[in-house]
């Protein structure tokens, strides 16, 4: 969960997949097959004659021999610093610091995210609609924690009004807890927990 574009991720992921598929059925083929074999013996030595000939074009001292050969260097090392760069400015992403307060006389105070845990699962002792419960903060770039993600597994038949009322509770005392509001995502879901639980039985 941070500014980093969700297309933009799926499409670098895409590519990078299909291109280490193509690899690895290329690799396998040239193991099994006799003419991928030959084929890939002819085209990567065109490949290393075609590069060679590159570098005979601007010569240059041992070791690096040319010019060419500096420049692919130099290629490479400032592609990994933008990559680096790019990184460091996306959002923070998932954060163990649930909030953050800085006062001139007590210092700063950071919140862990286990105390909201353990309070949270505290509050749901009792409760006959949720079976589980998570918490995890993120952090926006630059700018502290941005807000808390509550997950809450319901037991099978449970309320949606009950759900929907003690998730509304819950946030309630995050915000207590905290001592401000904060921005809260709630998602109730089902799972392995849920299926294992049991029907909620009203009598």
């Known amino acids: 969960m941070n500014r980093t574009n969700r297309a933009l991720n799926r499409l ?8 280490l598929a193509a690899v690895g059925i290329l690799t396998a083929g040239a193991a099994l097959n006799p003419l991928v074999r030959d084929g890939w013996t002819r085209y990567t030595g ?4 075609r590069w060679q000939a590159i570098q005979a074009s601007a010569p240059l001292q041992d070791p690096l021999g040319s010019w060419w050969t500096v420049a692919l260097v130099a290629a490479l090392v400032l592609l990994a610093v933008l990559c680096i760069v ?3 400015r996306q959002g923070g992403g998932r954060s163990r610091t ?6 001139a006389e007590l210092g700063n105070t950071a919140v862990d995210i286990s105390y909201l845990e353990a309070a949270l699962d505290a ?9 589980g419960s998570s918490v ?9 924690p941005s807000g808390l993600r509550l997950i809450l597994q319901t037991r099978r038949g449970a309320s949606p009004r009950d759900v929907a009322d003690t998730a509304e509770a819950l946030v309630r005392s995050i915000d207590g807890l905290l001592g401000h ?8 879901a089902t799972g392995t927990r849920t299926k294992l639980a049991g029907a909620l039985r009203t009598d």
């Open 86 to 88: 790019w990184m460091t």
């Open 98 to 103: 649930g909030a953050e307060d800085t006062d």
């Open 12 to 19: 670098l992921l895409a590519l990078a997949g299909i291109l």
């Open 46 to 49: 065109a490949a290393v004659d």
């Open 136 to 144: 995890t903060a993120w952090r926006g770039s630059g700018r502290g």
């Open 181 to 188: 509001r904060t921005t809260v995502l709630v998602r109730i």
């Open 123 to 131: 509050a749901l002792a009792g409760s006959n609609s949720i079976v």
